[in-house]
């Protein structure tokens, strides 16, 4: 951005969040600027898997054991209806993303992943989720391989091309009135005890309200204290476009997957056909041979026939993951919050929290916002636990390759 701006509300992040956010208040009347550092989506929004799943990553009991059973209802109910928000704004605003609603399969990669999906059946059940377990058969027969003990399918979920539909976010918050402005990192940011200012390299924006939601690629901002979490790197590939008498049979339905490993992978069709697999592990610097190896492995382990197939595209992604994989809202000052640490589910909580959020900055009350609004947020032995994340992708993925 160039110049000087004042407006009723301020975002700091193009992804998920801060788009949905910035839509959100412009629809109620506020008038908004938003500032990306880079392009929208340039972070781990662009980078998502695409999964847009109902809930968090931990099963429904934990979160209400970790946050105190009213709490963790309101969270869990909120993020259940989650997916329906992402899909009803993808048709409200006309946004093409490949969008596709058939579900997601979580796969039993092991006897024991299968004994965790039956406990998160259970779990769903209780709370009349629509949620199936497939056996070993009818998921072989879904996904087009029988490395799977079985799959817990959730209807409420699906699948989208990720950056497409966060920069369809950003495109409907244009048309609603708000100012986007890309490649204006925010050096600093100051409260005067009646305003917010944002200064950019060539300009300031003014305002009464704030919204952090730089997540897991927050730059440093003078002014802020950084909300600190674990970050965990999920890289993917794409293969070509698939023949059509292989592509036929992976994956038919069109359901997007992630498994039960600890060290996680997943897999997804796009509408060119290409198989698009991903897993914990980052293939930057030392890991790169090691990972990548490892991926073209697991592929045709999974599907014989990609044997020698094309990769057309290699990407890796951060994850901000808390240490209770429970998302964060802080308070870092007057008509200000910063979301954070979605801990590998973005697309749908950030989509319906950044909405919320925005709702309760402009209103001064989080009443209606389903997570505690804590005063600041830091977690110590941070790069501890990055290193303990990739270290032990590393070892897998290695251990995996010599071994499988």
């Known amino acids: 951005m160039k110049g000087d701006l004042h407006v009723d509300f301020l975002v700091i992040g193009g992804g998920f969040t801060g788009c949905s956010a910035a839509l959100a208040a412009s629809e109620a009347g506020a008038s908004v600027a938003l500032l990306e550092a880079h392009s929208i989506g340039h972070g781990g929004s662009g980078r998502n898997v695409g999964l847009v799943n109902a809930g968090l990553w931990l099963p429904p009991d934990e979160v209400e054991s970790v946050m105190g059973a009213e709490v963790g209802q309101a969270l869990n109910h909120a993020l259940a209806g989650a997916p329906d928000e992402v899909f009803d704004l993808i048709a409200r605003h006309g946004i093409q993303c490949e969008a596709t609603r058939n579900g997601t ?109 730089t997540n897991a690629y927050h730059l440093g901002i003078d002014g802020v204290q950084e909300a600190r979490s674990a970050q965990v790197s999920f ?23 992630w498994d039960t490993a600890l060290i996680m992978s997943s897999l997804r069709r796009d509408t060119a056909g290409r198989l698009i697999f991903g897993a914990m592990g980052n293939p930057e610097g030392l890991g ?12 045709t382990r999974l599907y014989p026939a990609l044997e020698g197939q094309e990769i057309a595209h290699f990407w890796v992604g951060n994850i901000a993951m808390t240490s209770d994989h429970v998302p964060k809202a802080i308070r870092f000052g007057p008509n200000a919050m910063s979301l954070m640490g979605f801990s590998g589910r973005g697309i749908a909580p950030g989509t319906r929290l950044g909405r919320l959020a925005a709702a309760a900055v402009l209103s001064g009350s989080d009443q209606d916002l389903p997570l505690p609004v804590l005063e600041q947020y830091s977690e110590r032995f941070c790069g501890t636990r990055t290193a303990y994340y990739e270290s032990g992708a590393r070892l897998i993925h290695m251990a995996d390759r010599v071994l499988g």
């Open 288 to 299: 790169h041979a090691v990972h990548r190896a490892w991926a073209l492995k697991a592929l």
């Open 105 to 213: 399969l979580h796969l039993a990669h092991a006897p024991r992943g299968l004994r965790d999906l039956e406990m998160r059946l259970a779990q769903q059940e209780a709370r009349q989720a629509p949620v199936a377990l497939l056996d070993a058969a009818e998921t072989a027969r879904r996904t087009g391989t029988n490395a799977y003990h079985g799959a817990l399918h959730d209807r409420r979920a699906g699948t989208v091309q990720p950056l497409a539909y966060v920069q369809g976010l950003a495109r409907a918050a244009q048309d609603a009135g708000a100012e986007i402005f890309t490649e204006s990192p925010v050096k600093a940011l100051a409260h005067d005890g009646r305003l917010w200012h944002a200064t950019t390299a060539h300009g300031t924006v003014r305002a009464k309200n704030c919204l952090l939601a």
């Open 235 to 257: 890289f993917q590939l794409a293969t070509e476009p698939l023949p059509k008498r292989i592509g036929e049979t992976i994956l038919a339905g069109g359901e997007g997957c």
